[in-house]
């Protein structure tokens, strides 16, 4: 089966395609310029790479570093190409994610290499003919301007104000060890915020109505929104992309999931969808697609420090290892460094006092205060506590 086709052209010394290379049975590698000697490139210059995608409506090639999988570049089918300069000393991997369109159902396809191979361990994957493949159920989830327009009004219509988290997804044993916290401790605690501040809300203003909007995995902060949605029996809608959807449950029941393009296109639409965006400590992506896509959009961000909360610590910063950059390691603990924030963590500090029923009041506060703005003048200044 092939997947797709990628052009990469050569012109002159430093630029070079390869022609019609078809995926199906594996990834295609560009590798080092001292390999190729057919290519004339001088392997002490950079090499320039340059990848047209061409096809069908759900269409990303991801280009990554294969010494570290550092994602160099994404190109989407409707943008056509891109350019991109790498070591010639390194090699490039390039991944494609396609989204097929069946009557009945999407199917999900990406040639199969090593840096895969994880996805094998999420349900309702798997691998024939070296392709990876998912399928999912057209009544549920959603792809398209149309059907998507058309699947958030319907959710508006249900809900007067939409919450949503972003933070850290992968919170399994191992990283937990990392930071000194129980497995599942991260996700409670999210879900008791979440909880405590859609409680006062009815409390204080019991005709608005809350929705959820996640990011419809089952992990992280994403299954902390869905078990406060399912718990409370709150509508609840799901956001994903080409890249994202391998991790998303295919059953045929369930709330409504709209796929976009790439993760640039998934971060626009998931805050285009919010009020409210809870920042619960998250890393680079974090910070620089959901944290940045809220402000652009003017949507409330309330940063806590839920780590800091439950007594570990993360630096706000890493350097990477393979290139020696410095990294978003904490979104929260970068805009307690650099907006000069008040840091609700610096409460009573000895190991007896509990700070979860301050930092959840203190966060309560913020979103009855937001949803007081949305909500009719009739309802939100009927009662005054």
Known sequence: MAVCTIEVERAGDN???????????????????RDKDDLSIDPERRAYLQV?????WGMVARILRRSDDAVLHEVEARGGSCTLSYDPGDCVRIDVYTLDVQEEELILSAPYS????????????????????????????????TSIEAAIREFRLQCDYRIGTSGYSNMDEKRCRELDLRLGQYEHAVVGLVNHSIAEVRHTLPAARPGIVHGSSGMGVDLALMRVANENNIPNIGTTCLEYLWYVDNASQGPKVLIARSKEDYNRLYVSQLDILLAANGAETSFKMDVHA?????????????????????????????????RVNDAVGVLLKTWLLIDWNNVPASYAD??????????????????RELIAPKHGYSIVR
């Open 15 to 33: 630029l070079f395609v390869i022609r019609g290379c078809q995926y199906g049975h594996g990834t295609m590698q560009i590798t080092s310029a």
């Open 294 to 326: 809220a402000t652009e959009a003017l949507i409330p961000v309330i940063p806590i420090d839920i780590i800091g909360m439950l007594g570990s610590k993360v630096p706000a910063f890493k350097t990477d290892p393979a290139t020696g950059e410095r």
């Open 52 to 56: 047209s995608l061409k096809g069908r």
């Open 354 to 371: 509990d700070r979860f029923p301050l930092v959840a009041r203190k966060f309560s506060n913020c979103v009855v205060a937001r949803v």
């Open 114 to 145: 090593a840096g895969l191979s994880h996805l094998l361990s999420w349900q309702g994957v798997t691998l024939e003919g070296g392709v990876l493949q998912k399928r999912f159920p057209r009544s549920r989830f959603l792809y398209g301007e």
